[in-house]
Each structure stands twice: as structure tokens, then as C-alpha cells.
């Protein structure tokens, strides 16, 4: 509907008049660029429903008349202000899309909460609190019921993989209902030997792991014994949900071993059985622990019962590295059994030995061997950072290889430092250990270096007497900074034709502390633009589901498409006392949902560069999409003749 034009009244940009209804806000009036005055279609309605109420309650209506969808029949409610004041809350009904889900937070449930009026009636516009218990993490995203008097919100497990219930209760006004949902998944296994023989000691792992398999870290676990000892009655498992730990054998018999984690409905357990033969089944001490590579090592188990050898039994050996001479010995005379074992490359072997005792029960004992190589040929050095602070460390790393590339362990590497800033290496001379590693460490001064200023150099002296050494870089600089770009959830419109977006940056340096007065470079570049035009969906102007987009020459320096910068930034801006600068990207509203933009900020500080980087497409204002009759900026992308390489 158009109204007359304002009289006497310049018209420099559309006007709008807005009803308040409630907490709710309508547009009613809007002046348009030409001075006419437009009524907003929804208002128009709505305008009509209060008329027609009117209406009805001046001829009074009769006891059978049914109350408006919304407006209920009842007074009353909870404390609680609804959106919808003219609703008494009857009942709130919850409802799960799942009854479990998985320990991993992987898995979410949908709650639904329906509330209904007094008359049943489901209800729009009414507020409602979710909360859940027993850690539960909720994600409510739909906090006022919907046109069909629907609320939700999404559920996980998230940041907690116990087994437990989770209630999940939603309150309007006075009513309030609850669901359980179960976490499940997360379990507790115990891997190990079956059987060892008295005062021997063998290993075992548990592992805690979530319903989708992964490792439940910083956990502690629980370990008891039944008639023996454990290495640690508790500790703590890895990033990958694993403990190990040792069952020394001291007393006959079975022993039942248990582990346990997490306390109360959430806790969870496993045993095995392990049987103690009264049998002695271990291996011999050996008289070195390495041994070198492509040479063989005799290793022997002596087997006894009551202290009596036992004589002309089969041992079966089995080794995690090298190889065996024979998989299999007979026990001699003394009860002893012996393999031989070598290998071609280093590490630690792990041998176990294996028979079956007098009561028909196996029996199993290990030891460790590690091979070494140690003929040194090739090093390598390498810097846990190359762009060392002022006042900073750095480790310097050197690894040495064998002829055939294994690592080669007590080898004794030189570290020598070439420094102009006197920074300092210590130690100056390291030997190598099982993975073929020696470690210095440079420590810096104050002063900075030229790029590539520092050198440090390692050096190996092979066995024939030869040298072979290997340099590294490093350059001292100032301490680097951090720069966070950040942007809030309003742009502004300052003139018909542009939008204002604002954002901040915060410069700080490397210990946290605010860089001041540190200048920062801007630059807002376009990435993708999309073609199209827009269509109006019954309640705003919207894009097309699958518009073509195209990539630009700074996101594809190759086969990107060139275009022009759509929007503006700052060249440079200055860092306040808080280590923080405000400014505007400005842009042309057509330009809005059409073009994808990369804002960097970049600083330096003694030889430093530092940046930060945000995508985001260019917004709009959401009333200049939300009126049917207004045509929003930017109708057909600016973009539509633009050929995409």
C-alpha cells in the first residue's frame, strides 16, 4: 500500500517506523527514496488480525468462541518474562532424536522440547532454559519455540568420555520436563601373559579408549595384584590411553590382576588370570646389554623346580628384532636352554622364551637386548628453530649414521660456534644415544645478527680416521609478535551507498605482554566472487542455493581472475597503550554477499615479520534484505560479465 509523500521533507534515505510488540519488532512504515510511504506487508496483517479482534470483542462473542493461536485462554505462568506475554505455559514436553551416544563427543542428540498452552495448543514465541547434568555439553540452538512451538538444542559428551547419564531439563514459565541420555562406549582392556613362573616378572598393558577407539589421555588407572606385586599400583596413561607396567612373580598359584579407572556409575574394570607356576623359568644374566650389529650374542634360560633343573624339555624362543639361529632349544643337564640371536640393524630387541610347565600350565619369561651400530660414516644437524630470539634458546641436533644409514649409538660429535652477537654452545662435545642423537644447545645475547649470522658447525671422526661435519644457519633476531584480528557482529551504513565494517587488531609480544605504538600494515584483498541475482524466499532477499563462484588472482596466482578491490582498508595503523588499534573496511554495498575478501596484518619488529589473516565474505545490513518491496544493493552481482578463467 502507498501513502502520500512527505510534505516539506527531503528525502536523503528510506525511513523506517517500527511497531514493538512484546520483545518482538516489526517495520510498519517505510519512506522510500522517492518520498512515498510504503506499509510494511507483514504489519499490514497483522494490522488486520488486531482490527478483527477488536471487532469480535466489541460484540462481545459468545462461551464457545476459540481463542486466537497464541493468545491462550489462561493467565498465569512462570517467572520467567515470555517473549509471548499473553501465553500460560501448560506443559513442556522433551524429546531426544537418540537415547545414547558415544563417549567420544562425536555423537550429538537433538532435544526438542514442544510446549503447549493450557489448551494444549503448541506455542510460538516462548523462551526456554536447557540445562544438562553430569558434564554434559550443550548446545542450544533454538532457545524461543518456533511457529510449531519447538525448541532445541544439541547434546554431546564432549571433553568427557566416562560412561554416565546425562539429564537434560527444559524450563518455560512454570513448567519443566527432563530426558536421560546415556554415554556409552568408553571400555578398559588388559593385554598380557596368561602364565610365569615364580620370580620371574613379565610385562602388561592396559588401554582406555572412547566408543570411537581413540586413547583417553591423563587418566589414572588403577592396578592391584590379588598374591603378587605390580610395578605402580597406579598411573597415569598416555596420549594414546595406554599404561604398562610389571607383575613380579613371588607367590604360587593363580593370581587374579585387575585394573580400574574413573570412580562411582562411570567406573570401569577388567581382570585377567595369570597363573604362577611353582616352576623358576627365567633368562641368564648376560654380560653386556649391546651388542654390536651383524654379530651374534648366546642367551640362556635356566628352568628348575623345587631347585632341581629340569632336564630335556623344549623351550621355544621368539624375538621383536634380529634373527634366530633356532626357534627352539632342549634344557640341558643344569636346566639350561640357549639361542643365539643377531640382527643387521640397531634397536632393542625384546626375546621371550616360552615351555609348558609340570602342571601343564605355559610358562613365559623376556628379556631385552639392544643392537648397536658403531662405526660412524654420515651426520646430519638440524635447529628446533633457525630464527632464534635475543635472550632465546635453540637445540642443535646432530644425528650420525653408519655406512648402511643405521644410527649409530656413543658416537662422539664436536659442536663448534662462528657468533659476532657472543651467543654461546654447551656443550661443545656430546655423544650419540640409541637413536643416534647428540644435543647442544645455542643460547643467544641481546644483540641481533645479520640473516644467516650465526654458524655452527658438527663433526664426527669416522673409523678409518676420516672427518665428516655438517653446518647449520641460525639468525638472532627481536622477539617476534602476535597480532589477532577480530571483528564484532554489526557493520553500519554512514551514506546510501557504503558500508562501514569494524575490526580491531591486538599486537602483543612474545610473552604476552601489549606491543605499543607498533605500527601494522593492512591489506583486503579479494579471494572468490560469486555470480547471480537475488530472489525473494517470503521472508528476505536471499542468494541462489548454488551460485557459480570464481577464484580470484590472490587466491590462484596461476589461473585465478583478475579483479578490481572491492572494498577498503586503512594503509598502516598505530597500536594504543592496550596493544590494540580500531579501524573501518569500507565498501560499496553492492558488493555485499558477492565477494569473498583475506584482511592480513602484518608487523616487524628487529628482523621479525609477523601476520595474521581473516577470510570472510563482505556482509550486509539484514534490513536492506528484509523488505519484499525494496529491492536489496546489489540485485544482480556486480560479477555477472565477468569471464572466469
Not at 594504543?576 to 569473498?596: H, L, M, R
Request: with cysteine; glycine share 8%; net charge negative.
Amino acid at each position: 500500500m502507498i501513502f502520500s509523500k512527505l510534505p516539506n521533507k527531503a528525502v536523503t534515505t528510506p525511513e523506517v517506523a517500527v511497531l514493538k510488540q512484546g520483545m518482538r519488532s516489526e517495520k510498519a512504515f517505510a519512506v522510500t527514496k522517492t518520498g512515498d510511504i510504503k506499509m510494511s506487508g507483514k504489519f499490514l496483517a497483522r494490522a488486520s488480525a488486531l482490527s478483527l479482534a477488536f471487532i469480535l470483542a466489541a460484540c462481545g462473542g459468545d462461551d464457545s468462541s476459540t481463542p486466537l493461536a497464541g493468545s491462550g485462554g489462561n493467565t498465569g505462568g512462570g517467572s520467567d518474562t515470555p517473549t509471548n506475554p499473553t501465553v500460560s505455559v501448560g506443559s513442556v514436553q522433551l524429546l531426544t532424536s537418540a537415547p545414547t551416544i558415544g563417549s567420544s563427543g562425536q555423537d550429538k542428540a537433538l532435544i526438542t522440547a514442544l510446549v503447549r498452552d493450557q489448551n494444549g495448543v503448541l506455542t510460538p514465541d516462548v523462551p526456554v532454559k536447557f540445562e544438562a547434568s553430569n558434564n554434559g555439553s550443550l548446545v542450544v540452538t533454538t532457545p524461543t519455540t518456533s511457529e510449531a512451538g519447538q525448541a532445541s538444542a544439541e547434546l554431546s559428551s564432549q571433553g568427557d568420555a566416562r560412561n554416565r547419564t546425562i539429564a537434560v531439563t527444559a524450563s518455560a514459565g512454570s513448567q519443566t520436563n527432563s530426558v536421560n541420555i546415556a554415554v556409552t562406549g568408553t571400555n578398559l582392556s588388559l593385554t598380557g601373559p596368561t602364565a610365569i613362573s615364580n620370580g620371574a616378572s613379565a610385562n602388561f598393558e592396559a588401554r582406555l579408549l572412547d566408543s570411537a577407539g581413540g586413547g583417553i589421555g591423563n587418566t589414572v588407572v588403577n592396578i592391584s595384584s590379588q598374591n603378587n606385586t605390580v610395578s605402580s599400583s597406579s598411573m597415569n596413561t598416555d596420549s594414546s590411553g595406554r599404561v604398562r607396567f610389571s607383575l613380579n612373580a613371588n607367590s604360587g598359584g593363580t593370581d587374579t590382576l585387575s585394573v580400574s579407572a574413573f570412580e562411582g556409575d562411570s567406573g570401569i574394570s577388567t581382570q585377567i588370570n595369570v597363573n604362577v607356576s611353582a616352576d623358576s623359568f627365567i633368562f641368564d644374566e648376560i654380560d653386556v646389554s649391546e651388542v654390536e650389529i651383524g654379530a651374534s650374542q648366546n642367551v640362556s634360560v635356566t628352568w628348575t623346580q623345587n631347585g632341581n633343573p629340569v632336564v630335556g624339555q623344549e623351550v621355544r624362543f621368539a624375538t621383536t628384532r634380529g634373527t634366530l639361529a633356532s626357534n627352539t632349544a632342549i634344557t640341558d643337564g643344569n636346566g639350561a636352554a640357549v639361542a643365539s640371536i643377531s640382527s643387521t640393524n640397531v634397536g632393542i630387541a625384546e626375546i621371550t622364551a616360552t615351555a609348558e610347565s609340570s602342571e601343564g600350565s605355559q610358562i613365559q619369561t623376556s628379556q631385552a637386548l639392544e643392537f648397536v651400530s658403531s662405526n660412524p660414516h654420515d651426520i646430519n644437524i638440524r635447529a628446533s628453530k633457525t630464527q632464534v630470539s635475543t635472550n632465546d634458546e635453540a637445540s642443535i641436533i646432530a644425528t650420525v649414521r653408519d655406512e648402511n644409514g643405521n644410527l649409530v649409538k656413543n658416537a662422539q660429535v664436536e659442536f663448534t660456534l662462528t657468533d659476532p652477537t657472543g651467543g654461546t654452545l654447551s656443550p661443545g662435545s656430546v655423544r650419540t644415544d640409541s637413536q643416534g642423537r647428540a644435543i647442544s644447545t645455542y643460547t643467544s645475547t641481546s644483540s641481533i645478527s645479520e640473516k644467516d649470522g650465526v654458524q655452527i658447525t658438527a663433526q664426527i671422526q669416522r673409523s678409518d680416521g676420516t672427518t665428516e661435519q655438517k653446518t647449520i644457519l641460525l639468525t638472532v633476531a627481536g622477539r617476534a609478535l602476535t597480532l589477532i584480528l577480530g571483528t564484532g557482529n554489526t557493520i553500519s551504513a554512514p551514506d546510501q551507498t557504503t558500508y562501514e565494517m569494524p575490526w580491531s587488531v591486538l599486537v602483543t609480544d612474545a610473552n604476552g605482554n601489549a606491543s605499543t605504538d607498533q605500527p601494522v600494515q593492512l591489506s583486503v584483498l579479494p579471494v572468490e566472487f560469486a555470480k547471480g541475482s537475488y530472489s525473494w524466499n517470503g521472508d528476505k532477499w536471499v542468494l541462489p542455493d548454488n551460485p557459480t563462484t570464481c577464484q580470484t588472482n590472490h587466491s590462484d596466482p596461476v589461473n585465478g581472475t583478475e579483479i578490481g578491490t572491492p572494498a577498503a582498508a586503512p594503509r598502516s595503523v598505530t597500536t594504543d597503550d592496550s596493544g590494540a588499534i580500531q579501524f573501518d573496511i569500507k565498501y560499496t554495498k553492492d558488493q555485499c554477499n558477492w565477494v569473498k575478501v583475506r584482511l592480513t596484518a602484518t608487523s616487524n619488529v628487529e628482523g621479525f615479520t609477523s601476520s595474521n589473516s581473516r577470510t570472510f565474505i563482505l556482509p550486509c545490513v539484514a534490513d536492506d534484505l528484509s523488505d519484499e518491496g525494496v529491492s536489496p544493493p546489489g540485485e544482480q552481482s556486480p560479477y555477472n560479465e565477468t569471464a572466469c578463467n
